[in-house]
């Protein structure tokens, strides 16, 4: 899997990578199995998130902690 992290690295930081020649060029030298080539040079999201098993929804929620009614009861009760 480290081989297809490089690649898409090498992609992302190689600006010259952004003619299909050149993308197309790159992803047949690299040593990427037959699928995985495929999934990136047709720019299939779904079929490349299958071959490296990765989970593309996932959701991130914070929850604020509630206030302690505690607190406010006690004041109430000293007035």
Known sequence: MSAVIELLEK???DSSLNNAEAFD??????????????ALVNKNVTALERQLDVCPDT???L???E?????E???????
């Open 73 to 79: 009861e006690s004041d109430a009760k000293e007035e």
């Open 63 to 65: 929850i604020p902690a």
């Open 59 to 61: 959701v991130c929620m």
């Open 25 to 38: 060029a790159a992803i047949a030298q690299s040593e990427l199995s037959v699928e995985l080539k495929n």
């Open 11 to 13: 992609m992302g930081a």
């Open 67 to 71: 206030d302690d009614d505690g607190s």
